[in-house]
DNA sequence: CTGAAAGCGCTAACAT
DNA sequence: ATGTTAGCGCTTTCAG
């Protein structure tokens, strides 16, 4: 047999070094090498740079698994959400995730199932007592929240229940209820008789923030209030649920729970040989990216998202360490951007 | 001072139970309940209902730290990804997830940042040795890709390499490059005289796939190739990229790295007085939920994100467990979706 | 300034 | 069928 092991068998190590390791040849002692990673307590110059150099040298990473079981310090986030890909939830997370890195915190992300229960949601922390955000917007985030132990640290992006008279202190969320009561105010003051309502599926058994601030707008204007449209999350939704009544021509206001609705919505109204704005103005809600490049452009409400993300992880942070951590950021209140899809109502004199 | 503590001091644990509580209480050894709780090793079904029981009195949880610190079964991802606002990274994830649940195992996600480097990819992993899953359809995800420690079992969902003579075999990922050539000749086939792209942002220094199946078949129909645009990802910037020549009657078809690039066109196309698809025909790449309810409706190339997550994951199952892991499911090739955005070239006879 | 010892909660290997 | 013994890799004590 001839002799190639020497060039297959150049000393990989079958495992990646371990502290142990560092220590061992670097000729100090394990406790040592820990000091150095962790900058606490004082090391002579000399052993911090000998033990540097030998951390490089095997390609030492610390294991995080290894420090958080021996209690080290947490440093570490777990997002519970679902649906990464609405809007909502993705730029909330986006808010999080920058503010919890800018903080040096690590943060993972699980997404949560629709059908989960509460046994699975403990299932997902790595262990207990692990510092954790949720982001609420949906049933399976709310059940999420509800069934998270009471123990564990953590702070929510929630829909604000309705009449909660003493709100969690670890929860924040967007006024949604005013918005949704100034966007319909807005469509009425354009001459519009009354608005319909699109909604997106409640996190809650109640009703919903939005429906019920576009319940309120028109009850105040003394106005019809019809039954809202049941929506889901998806232009396909807007589309089906409006397609009954897209063709009556007393429908001429349309308020939609999400931009994605009022895609559909848009598409069933024209389907149905309406014109928009002209018959028909449609407003949605999030203001998302294609929002203002769509055709027409959307009127919408702008939510910041990225804002309030950014704040939950503020009040998780003040949760964690009351002494040093930075006071919550504030986010911007939800606000209206007029564009073309809202005009005043065919043969008012607006 | 009065009694109060018999109140709150209602034998709240300080601590959540570990095993050896369980065990303790239980009256058995530590190690039995471990049986009990993996289902390894026989247990009398008296002592293991006695042990159920306390664990459900207790409130006990694993602490997955320490069952992965002690080298038990890995059944875990992680997924690296970046910005899981787009639509590709969202449904490839989606799909990883469903199949990564399915089979048993947790999964959790960790974003990438623009910037990150080599050591802070490594930062990621709880512990050397992690399995990860890698989607890298942009910089990002291709940096992450290469900076991954060899040793770690991984398995990644790429946009090809061109020219890669032995592709990874743990690498999985859609013929970009066919299927811009498709989309193309398509559009050709209409009798345009060219065909214009706009480019998402490429995640190799090599001409990305789709912009050379572009070419590809520019050159094979022996067309005039144009300098393709540079966009981003967003509508925003579709729209900026496309206008300085939106106005241009010689431009008569666009095809587009992605849907949200498809929008921005579209919106420029029009600002400039240009009918779609009477003078301007657009088709873009992804078929996104929205695109169907565009208006004009998008023709777009349909592309089985999902269906790549799960065969990512099943790469990465095979991986780590060739002998019961099942068989990688297939996924569907790139499909044309003709809707209303495209239409012969004007003046054309077709 | 540095080292030794104990233990985080769990599983795998040996006992019995 | 159950108990005992080692660690996993790290961070806290506490001693030098």
Known sequence: ???TGHISGEDVPRRSASI???ARVAGVSQQTVSRVINGKGRVSAETRAKVLRVIEELGYRPNKL???LAGGPVRSVTVLTSDTSLYGAAATLRGMEEAARTAGFSVGISVLEPGSGQRDVA?????PGEAVMVIAYDDAGVRALASLPPDVPMAAAVERRPGAEAPDPWQVW?????AAAHATRYLLSLGHRTVHYVAIPSST????QRTQGWADALRAAGRPLPEPLHGGWSPRSGYLAVRPLAADPSVTAILCGNDDLALGVMRAAREAGRHIPGDLSVVGFDDSPPAAYLNPSLTTVR???????????GLL???LDPQNAPAVPAWSEPELIVRESSAPAPGSTF
């Open 1 to 3: 047999m001839e002799v």
């Open 20 to 22: 142990w390791d560092v």
């Open 66 to 68: 290894a420090r958080m």
């Open 123 to 127: 299932e997902r922390l790595n262990r």
């Open 174 to 178: 967007l006024d949604d209820r005013a």
């Open 205 to 208: 058994s109640d009703l919903p």
């Open 303 to 313: 939510l910041d998202f990225e804002g309030l993300g950014r704040a939950c992880f």
């Open 317 to 319: 942070h003040r949760r």
